[in-house]
């Protein structure tokens, strides 16, 4: 297998760690593949679009989420690192309301996948931050969602920084007890 896979703190969020063969000329491993994904996570997802970002230190991009037409992300950075969080947004959940970290680097290879009905977000921890993911829905700008970056009821520990650079509609985020959220 490609991958091993294990549960974060939110057990439908998952960690997947390439298998990665390396030599005195680099390296090289397979980042994605549908069968063997579908496999070692027993998910059956299809994904339908490819976003790429790049980030300079201490941008903050989240945490975001589609209201209507959820997306389900597969995520990973292929330079510098980020911390990454997620958020789960299910009423029904026994996890509403709680958050998972972890950093993902271009040196760690590490790839997460968030499910639909969570929040999703990140902080740039290096110099500057190239991030992928794959997304199981198109992007919606009139469903866009961002649930407050700091809010208190969820407490995300994020890194020590200074004040992070953020977007007008993530600085605007709304806080878990106002949000639009999932059943």
Known sequence: MPYTVKPT?????????????????????????????????????RFVQDNHS???KGVLRGLHYQI???????????QG??????????RSSAHFGKWAGEVLSADNNRQL??????????VVTSESAEFLYKTTDYWYPEHERSLLWNDPDVGVEWPNFAEPNLAAKDAAGKRLYEAEVFA
């Not at 997947?16 to 998910?43: A, H, I, M, W």
């Not at 037409?69 to 950075?77: A, S």
């Not at 996948?113 to 977000?121: E, K, L, R, T, V």
Request: charged residues 25%; aromatic residues 14%.
């Open 81 to 90: 690192e980020v911390f990454d969080v997620v958020v789960d947004l299910r």
């Open 113 to 122: 996948w968030i499910p639909p009905g969570f929040a999703h977000g990140f």
């Open 68 to 78: 209507q037409h959820p997306q389900g992300k597969l995520v990973r950075v292929t």
């Open 9 to 45: 703190a939110l057990p439908e969020v998952l960690i997947l760690d390439p298998k990665v063969f390396g030599d005195d000329r680099g390296f090289f491993f397979e980042s994605f593949n549908q069968r063997d994904f579908d496999q070692v996570t027993g998910l059956d997802v």
């Open 54 to 56: 790049r980030s300079s």
